[in-house]
């Protein structure tokens, strides 16, 4: 689909793209054929697609032989896909992506997402899908620029935050490329990058401590400039437990969050828990 398409079929449907649910449509072939080629999808896989839109990069999965499970909020936009994609191994769920329970979507079979991600949504989607019973395999987003830099960001840099280390925890993450704004329509404001993460089994999460050293990295990052064994003794943990975790870690009390890496924060959530949950 061009852009003299997509302009006909917005106005076909009597619509405008909404800045507010983050639509912006991409209409570059070449960098869609990139997408799929990136997200090292096979014949038979399935994958899970977040705003689709008009279906550009749909039909580059399907035509990947993907089986796609498609996720759009506007009614009018999921309509349209209905209709172009009938017989096609599509099924498309009306719904707010942030609220899906992609547990009952896919069970326990193994699955991928791919998506042009609406900004607007783009973090609360991510924490949402890494904190739920289904976690895909991998992933492959569209996102803004400086979202894509704070996912990936290490330890020691401005980016580094409290999504950046829960993601890392779960999954190597990488920027693929930059994408300027002119491949999408309407342009946004800003660049946007391909941001790869592929599931790696590195930590034990299991029997709470994936659980606990997500509170444990919440907790940090709400204040971020502050002292960790202070804001995690005033935050619900037991302050002897605390020095007890930061002297097994090697850790001084005084450290700042944001100079502890994702080994480091794993540590801690096998090491803490707040003294509420142990009641």
Do not use: W
Request: net charge positive; proline share 5%; with cysteine.
């Amino acid at each position: 689909m061009n852009k003299k398409q997509l302009i006909s079929a917005l106005e076909a449907l009597d619509m405008r793209p909404g800045r507010g649910l983050g639509q912006n449509f991409l209409l570059d072939g070449n960098l869609l054929d990139f997408i799929v080629r990136a997200s090292a999808l096979t014949a038979g896989e399935r994958v899970l697609e977040v705003g689709p839109g008009f279906g550009a990069l749909t039909e580059k999965l399907l035509a990947a032989k993907g089986r796609v499970t498609a996720v759009e909020f506007d009614h009018r936009l999921a309509d349209y896909l209905r209709k172009r994609f009938d017989g096609k191994e599509l099924e498309i769920i009306e719904a707010d992506a942030c609220r899906v329970d992609y547990h009952a979507v896919f069970g326990d079979e193994p699955f991928k997402a791919i998506a042009n991600l609406p900004y607007a949504i783009s973090s609360v989607f991510i924490a949402a899908l890494i904190d739920g019973a289904a976690k895909p395999q991998s992933m492959l987003f569209m996102l803004q620029k400086e979202m894509g830099e704070r996912l990936a960001a290490a330890p020691g840099s401005k980016a580094y935050g409290a999504l950046s280390v829960r993601c890392q925890l779960r999954y190597d993450v990488s920027l693929v490329r930059i994408v300027p704004p002119e491949v999408f329509y309407p342009a946004p404001e800003v660049d946007s990058a391909l941001v790869k993460f592929v599931r790696h089994d590195r930590y034990d999460l299991g029997d709470g401590i994936g659980e606990r050293a997500d509170a444990v990295v919440k907790l940090a990052f709400s204040q971020r400039r502050k002292q960790l064994g202070k804001v995690l003794g005033r935050g619900g943990y037991d302050p002897e437990k605390v020095a007890a975790a930061f002297a097994e870690t090697g850790f001084p009390l005084e450290i700042r969050p944001d100079r502890i890496g994702v080994e480091g924060f794993y540590q801690l959530g096998r090491l803490l828990r707040k003294e509420s949950l142990c009641r």
